[in-house]
């Protein structure tokens, strides 16, 4: 916790805020109020887990010219524990279920029309099971001597099986949503990296049956 311990004390005082720390608190406020964060309201020291809960360290990253997000919040996933070994020690990593880049890329270029597109937060769009939410705790301070104890509720960008988790929820939402969307169930095996997308098409009459009748939908599930 030491290394955002500066951050937290800059936000206690609105009129000397820095820049970089609005930014940041405003980071961390967004997590919490799209439902990324859930507060522990009982004895913090209960957990589901079989040993002690996990807090994680964070710092902020602040580019200003990345827009529409400049600020990036970092989960040191791979900071050791009281025990010596971090969260990323002690976790499987996963098979490699991740396409070839070169192949995607190729496969796009074979067609006259091609579009690109990604998943907005990807990580952040997967939840965790419950079970496990004190794998990811942080500490939050709201003032000199008031701790509040969050979970991270969704899988966290860091954590050595995040790829893992990623691709195979894909691929698990492509067998799911395959009567409904038969042509996004392809492309979602198929023609994703990471949390981009390359569609390509013959004509521009194809590409506006799957942007209307098949990404729109699949996307809301």
Sequence with gaps: MGGCRGMHWKGLSPPSMSREAKKYKEFLDEYETIGHTRRILGDIKQTLLSFPPVYLPRHPVIRESRRPTPVRLVFNISSP???????????????????????????????????????????????????DLDLQRIVCLR????????????????MTLSPFLENRVLKQLAEDEASCFPDARFILKRDFYVDDVLIWCPNLDCFSFLVNTQHVGVATK
């Design 81 to 131: 524990t009281s025990s010596g070994k971090s969260l990323n020690d002690s976790l499987m990593v996963g098979s490699k279920l991740k396409k070839e880049l070169t192949a995607v890329i190729l496969r796009w270029r074979n067609y006259r029309f091609g579009m690109t597109a990604d998943i907005s937060k990807l990580f952040r769009q997967i939840l965790m099971d419950p079970r």
């Design 143 to 158: 003032g000199p001597s008031r701790q509040l104890v969050d979970q991270l509720v969704t899988v966290t960008y860091g």
